[in-house]
């Protein structure tokens, strides 16, 4: 063979060399994820290490990773990514952090510094977040934070699925925005499934100050996205427990909360009453009420409140411990301007009390020197006496209310006698002709007023009321204590703002 022949000969063996190892490199290529950068891309064939800078993009199984640098092992499947790193993927699932460590063989991914996933409405923050792509599952600690719907949950760690919408947190703090004042609660621990938050030991309040003035304690509780409902509570105020309840819903979309004012007089005692609403159907309530007395008899309400549109009708069943039961009814018909309620009871005790009414309220207008509110009213009262003597009779008139100021109101309660009867205890409060009534406080701190409240019958030239008082009032609470000078008696109460 001549020299010539050999030449081309070891041309021909080189350039196949080349061939066969462009070909294996170009298969190998197309089975490893496809790098891009608006910069530049090295490879480094000795490490088998891929790294790339500024502005990369990185296909990944239903998704891709976005960052400033990433390293990619083609031989371990490892992909090491910095700055200002992006996950998306096909099921909407968008996770940022500053560092990424991802396995494409198992699509496992360790994230750290600041990161946020989302998922639609839902974000989990924390400084570290471990997720598994194949079952969805999310582990993360380090100042977890879960935002979802009207929901702010904290935690120090937390363990989430978010194909299946099920997870388990230690201990929370959580905030629910609500109308008014947000809910804050706490809790050992708490466990999602299908959307339902159910927290254990919750302590929880709408007073927004770092050491709340009341709480509820309730051994578990549960949240739907519109209502929380809670199991064998007790309200704590001040750190004193002063009520059960086996049962609590509330609706944090609207104001009909709890109400409960234990109150305190020489005639009365100790006394508290409370009012509280339970969901059993569409635009249907169980509702319960009552009053728990010292020096008399207490007595415990229960019944249905069924809405529609606006119309809402109340039908319940009474009962006081002296030994008889009562029924109520109660028609509302409520817009924007006006209120009508009709109402009824009759109770099947000795006395034979009922009473029968209606009153219609034009609601507070605003005007340059206050707001004003009016409003009629009709009443059909009887009683029988110790004696078996019916008192009672047919009486309706007028009320004014004037607001000068928003802590002062005066009004005037102006009643019309159908019957020349006695009232007796039907008209503890006011009495037949012109009522006149005020209520109002003059500042001296900023907690603490000076309160004046009153009723005087021109008419009869009668104090019903007259009392002066200290009033301690916050975001929470208010407390009154002071003296009825009409009767001479101390008196007290207590509102809770819930």
Known sequence: MNKTGIIYGVIFLTLSFCF??????????????????????????????????????????NGQVEAEQIIYNNKSGIVNATGQVKITNDDG???RAEQLVYDFNIQDAQLSGGVELTQKDQTITAKELHYQGKNGLVTASGGVKMFTGQATYQTETIRYNLQTKTGFLGRITATISAVDRNYSIVGDSMETIDGITSVKNAKLTRCEKHHPEYFYLAKRMTYDGQYLRLKHIILYVKGIPLFYFPYLSLNVNNKNLPRIEPRYDPDDGLSVRYDYSVPFGKNIDWRFQGELQTHDYSNLAFGITGSKGNFSN??????????????????????????????GYRDFSNAEGNELGFSVTRKYWPTPAGRWQFGIQGRRVS???????????????????YNPYPNWTLSLLRLYSVEDKNYGDFMSDFKIGSNWIYDGGIPITQLYSFGLT???????SLWIHR?????????????????????DSWVSKFKIKF
């Open 20 to 61: 066969l190892v462009a070909n294996n490199q170009a298969i190998a290529a197309s089975d490893q994820p496809a790098l891009g950068a608006d910069d530049y891309s090295k490879i480094d064939l000795g490490l088998n290490n891929t790294p790339v800078k500024e502005k990369v993009n990185l296909k990944i199984e």
């Open 93 to 95: 699932i968008i996770i």
């Open 314 to 343: 109340y039908a319940g069943t009474y009962y006081n411990f002296e030994g008889y039961l009562g029924v109520r009814d109660q028609l509302t018909h409520e817009t924007p301007l006006l209120r009508t309620v009709i109402d």
């Open 383 to 401: 009683k029988l006496d110790g004696s078996g003597a019916e008192y009672g009779g047919i009486y309706s008139g007028y009320r004014l209310d």
């Open 454 to 460: 009153g009723t005087y019958n021109s008419d009869q």
């Open 467 to 487: 009392i002066y008082e200290i009033r301690r009032e916050t975001d929470c609470i208010r407390w009154d204590f002071g003296w009825d000078d009409a009767v």
